[in-house]
């Protein structure tokens, strides 16, 4: 018997059994003040209405699964449904992390057989699994690299370059692990300026954070050059791994020079991100830095797999448990699902969309920096506002109209009114013809009446914020119901 039994009265809720009401006194356990005087008056609703109710809200929502999403540097693609049913089964949905460890030996083979093929993938020795998302694994990283100078003595080391067109965790993530950051521009091509990195390497700089390609969707084509010149000067090199469904397959960073890497396994290798999860930002290191990796790590022995807790030199444990599960089986589903030349597969035709879609909306939006790109490319928007008196957030509202997600605007910051498209692999070339649709008819209404544009969107549930006031007034505080 429980000490609660549910009552057949209707809207009475939970009450006590006739021979526990003298044993058991809500007072004795809360406050009396907080104690309801009266039962509260909840709705009564049939199944169908419940439903009704949580579709319909489903509706407001859009996601990947309604429509194209080319959220830049954030690889929005879809994700199959096989995955999410692998990672439901009782096998690994229902395991405890208190398990022993012999019990969990299939869930041990999956996170090993994971670091093994991503350490293929990447051209990494080492990964760990623990990172909870590509942030984390980046400060992963950097308490790797101080952890590395502290070992060799070299203090002095207090910098970490970024380029300016990074992405913004990059010199968050440096200075939470206690470094200076040192921005460095790019040149008129978008890519790092070979002369501006020479002038800030010295003896004093830990690490070089990068991706590549870049968060411009260019390629460094300098990389082997850019790698030489860190190592000569006794300085790490970091990839940020955001952009890698451009590369998968066809180059690894591990052989442009790369000493650590994280990936974002909640972008690239399955899992749908957004929305604050669930993420996965795995740390892949170079030989000389495995003994610096979080703890536990998955090992296989003679006795079977292994949390292997003996490591030297190790920055310690950085999450409870080990890593986000369900997202770890999902990306191994991917891979082997794929393979070798799926993943190669996915990176061209991510690489063929962003081209195709950049060559036609550069008709109508010119682009930030001339040539190809890889998965993602960047407009200049600063047309709008001079021929069509909008501006890029303008044109972004008003899309939502048409059922699109807009793209991301005014990042990076070193473009004016930017827009940056990642139409990702799983796009057909009709989804790709209607977002030019879609974005020549905005233009041709911004050319007729721009007013109508600026207050968009119209059918929307949620209307045109108004974003100044939000952001100098923001009304982050809850307000209790009057008693």
């Not at 104690?35 to 049939?46: D, F, I, T």
Request: charged share 25%; hydrophobic share 35%; aromatic share 8%.
């Amino acid at each position: 018997m429980t000490i609660f039994e549910k009552s057949v009265t209707g809207r009475t809720g939970y009450t006590l059994p006739e021979e526990k009401k003298d044993e058991i006194r809500p007072s004795d356990y809360i406050p009396e003040h907080l104690l309801r005087k009266e039962l509260p008056g909840l709705p009564e609703c049939s199944e169908i209405d419940v439903v009704r109710h949580y579709t319909e809200l489903t509706r407001k929502n859009y996601s990947v699964d309604n429509g194209f999403y080319p959220l830049g540097s954030c690889t929005m693609k879809y994700n199959p449904k096989l995955n999410e049913k692998i990672a439901a089964l009782e096998g690994f949905s229902l395991l405890h992390p208190y398990e022993p460890i012999e019990k969990v030996q299939g869930a041990l083979e999956v996170m090993y057989r994971l670091q093994t093929l991503l350490s293929e993938i990447t051209g990494m020795d080492a990964f760990t699994l623990q990172p909870a998302a590509g942030a984390h694994g980046e400060l992963t990283g950097m308490l790797m690299v101080k952890k590395y100078f502290e070992v060799k003595g070299e203090n002095q080391r207090t910098k970490v370059i970024v380029p300016d067109s990074a992405h913004g965790t990059n010199p968050a993530s440096a200075s939470m692990a206690g470094f200076q950051v040192v921005e460095i521009k790019s040149n008129d091509n978008g890519i790092i300026d070979l002369d501006n990195l020479e002038a800030a390497l010295d003896e004093s700089v830990a690490a070089i954070m990068l991706t590549n390609p870049n968060t411009l969707g260019l390629f460094e084509k300098d990389i082997i050059k850019i790698a030489e010149m860190a190592h000569k000067n006794g300085t790490l090199l970091y990839y940020d791994g955001a952009n890698l469904n451009a590369i998968m397959g066809k180059v690894r960073p591990g052989d442009m020079g790369f000493d650590i890497v994280h990936l974002n396994l909640h972008k690239t290798f399955s899992t749908p991100h957004g929305m604050g999860g669930p993420g996965s930002g795995p740390v892949g290191v170079k030989g000389h830095l495995k003994e610096f990796l979080p703890i536990p790590v998955v090992d296989l022995t003679d006795e079977g797999y292994i949390l292997k807790t003996d490591l030297s030199h190790s920055i310690g444990r950085i999450r409870s448990f080990y890593g986000n599960f369900g997202v770890v089986v999902k990306a191994l589903a991917y891979i082997l699902m794929l393979g070798k030349d799926g993943l190669t597969y996915a990176s061209e035709i991510a690489v063929l969309n962003a081209n195709y879609l950049r060559t036609r909306l550069s008709e109508l939006i010119p682009t930030a920096y001339p040539g190809l790109c890889k998965h993602e490319f960047v407009l200049d928007g600063t047309k709008l506002v001079k021929e069509y008196g909008i501006k890029t957030l303008d044109l972004a509202k008003r899309m939502l109209d048409y059922g699109v997600h807009p793209p991301t605007i005014y990042f990076p910051l070193i473009v004016h009114e930017a827009l940056m498209i990642e139409p990702t692999e799983t796009e057909n070339k009709d989804n790709l013809d209607h977002f030019v649709e879609v974005v020549k008819k905005i233009l041709e209404e911004a050319k007729k009446d721009p007013e109508f544009v600026k207050n968009a969107p119209y059918n929307t549930p949620i209307k045109r914020l108004d974003e100044v006031t939000a952001s100098r007034k923001p009304k982050v505080r809850w307000i209790p119901k009057e008693q």
